[in-house]
């Protein structure tokens, strides 16, 4: 069951799939580096 995880350049919703969950990725709109878990920051 994938992730859903919001980026935090442009608050984009990704659909993660578990396995790549707290690895590394870029916003496929903005290009904004993102993590899977753990990046729990809010502002
Ligand atoms: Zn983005």
């Known amino acids: 069951m994938p ?3 919001t ?3 442009c608050g984009a ?3 993660v ?3 790549y969950v707290g690895k ?3 916003c496929n709109k ?3 580096k993102r993590r ?3 990046d729990t ?3």
């Open 30 to 32: 903005c290009g904004t």
């Open 3 to 5: 992730f859903q995880l």
């Open 13 to 15: 919703i990704h659909a």
């Open 36 to 38: 899977g878990k753990g």
């Open 7 to 9: 980026c935090p350049g």
């Open 17 to 19: 799939d578990e396995q």
């Open 24 to 26: 590394m990725g870029k």
């Open 41 to 43: 920051h809010q502002s």
